[in-house]
């Protein structure tokens, strides 16, 4: 069916979405709502939580704009200030010799296998405030209403919130520095990986007083057996969610990334005496590669076969195929790899072609990650009872959560060596991220903390209580 979404004062987009509806009550297109602030805890998780995040987004290495990297003075400043908020949620704290911050609660089963749920308080330069933050103040915020209402002791199973000291990479370039360490996938080696000054990574972990070895790092590995999960709350960062008009949705997986480099070699020639057929023009050739690129990444049917019977992949894997100069990333790793195959074929037809030398290089590469079908669907359920919650209509919605797939990477992609994942993604306007525009509706952040402590209600609480 067809249906006008409204979209934070933007044109109405027409949405052809079979299994969605609209939702009147929610004041979606304006931020208001009028409805039990108490009853849905919105001092905590809306107000509180807002309040936070902008506390967050002021605290920078640099004058005019957001930057925090890894254990940068920002950083340790930001660090020191979710860890008081840890504390005010009654959870026991401590920073890891990676500078990740932890908040635990105490469980009804202290030896039983803790569920995780963590992001990033690193940014990138120029960055916006919710992306990492969010998911770092939503969930500390859901376990402090536990407390409130007197239930946190009453979890069956400890909970733990985790802020990564590093995700976006931006000084070493090296993504995942905290999750990775965390989930026992980072090498002894990234220690000694050093910025544009030269400084390494051990050199900054020393500075802040951590150990930086080795066996520090070692210690930092949490072991599989004693942890039940991990989830993750972050803004989409694409504009699906908006133009559907829903505040939340759930993330079935995250693609996998290749990035490549192509050097196109050629040779100069003069203007008026190098015939066209002689000429080794590597820009032309360059430009002939692009829109190769843009075609192949558009159009996969066209240049690729499809037999799911037969070892293959379904064409359905390829949805949500994109590019930036050569950044490929698909939730399928063998139609990823299928599309580098093509794509290298293709450019070395061209540059022979073209007489110009070309050269391909592999610069990053990282499999895709499918969530946990049990966790998606508890996240699903989470968030569906929050919209029916917050919602001034009186039908009783069990509509469809949107479905999501990730083309952007998040920690989960590291913890995913470690444990099941599941997450859950939150609406930002015009899908703009890493960037000063970045923005969430209040009532957005209140309904993403209610979903976590949705979750937590419905799977972690004694049901005795």
């Known amino acids: 069916m067809a249906t006008h979404f409204p979209l934070y004062g933007l044109k109405p987009l027409l949405v052809l979405y079979a299994s969605i509806v609209s939702l009147p009550g929610l004041g979606l297109g304006t931020g208001t709502v009028d409805y039990g602030r108490d009853e849905l805890f919105s001092e905590f998780l809306r107000d509180e939580a807002v309040e936070r995040i902008h506390q967050l987004g002021k605290i920078s290495d640099a004058d005019g704009y957001l930057e925090r990297t890894f254990l940068s003075p920002a950083s340790i400043t930001a660090a020191n200030l979710i860890l008081s908020w840890m504390q005010d949620a009654g959870l026991r704290t401590w920073v890891d010799q990676m500078g990740n911050v932890h908040g635990r609660t105490e469980s009804m089963n202290a030896t039983s296998e803790a569920l995780l749920i963590g992001s990033h308080l690193d940014t990138v330069i120029d960055a916006g ?20 209402i007197g239930k946190l002791g009453e979890l069956l199973r400890p909970v733990e919130v985790i802020a990564f000291s590093d995700e976006e990479g931006v000084r070493f370039q090296t993504t995942f520095l905290g999750s990775a360490a965390v989930a026992g996938i980072l090498p002894a080696s990234a220690l000694k990986i050093s910025d544009k000054n030269g400084v390494t990574v051990q050199d900054v972990l020393k500075e802040n007083s951590f150990e930086g070895t080795e066996e520090s790092l070692v210690q930092v590995k949490y072991n599989q057996k004693s942890v039940s999960g991990y989830i993750e709350l972050h803004i989409e960062q694409g504009p699906l969610l908006e133009s559907l008009g829903y505040p939340l949705g759930v993330v079935k997986g995250i693609a996998g990334q290749t990035r490549l480099k192509v050097t196109v070699g050629g040779s100069q020639g003069h203007a008026g ?32 076969a499809y037999d799911e019977n037969c070892g293959g992949f379904p064409k359905e894997s390829l949805a949500g195929l994109v590019n930036f100069t050569i950044d490929l990333r698909v939730i399928d790793d063998m139609a990823r790899e299928a599309i580098i195959l093509e794509f290298s074929n293709r450019v070395q037809q061209i540059c022979n072609h073209r007489n110009v030398n070309c050269t391909i290089d592999r610069k990053h590469n990282a499999g895709a990650v499918k969530c946990d079908p049990v966790l998606s669907e508890q996240l699903k359920n989470s968030a569906r009872s929050t919209l029916r919650k917050m919602s001034t209509d009186t039908t009783d919605y069990q509509h469809e959560i949107p479905v999501l797939m ?14 099941k994942v599941g997450m859950l993604f939150v609406r930002c306007r015009g899908g703009v991220s890493h960037s000063p525009e970045e923005f969430v509706l209040e009532d957005d952040v209140w309904a993403a903390g209610l979903a976590l402590l949705q979750f937590l209600e419905n799977n972690m609480l004694n049901s005795v209580s």
């Not at 000429?279 to 829109?291: G, H, K, T, Y």
């Open 129 to 148: 405030m919710y992306d990492g933050s969010l998911g770092i103040v939503c969930a500390i915020s859901a376990l402090k209403v536990l407390k409130k």
């Open 406 to 419: 990730s083309g952007a990477g998040h920690d989960a992609m590291a913890m995913s060596h470690l444990t």
């Open 273 to 304: 005496t190098v015939p066209m057929f002689m000429r080794q023009d590597p820009m032309a050739a360059s430009a002939e590669l692009i829109v190769l690129l843009e075609s192949l990444c558009k159009h996969p049917e066209n240049f690729l």
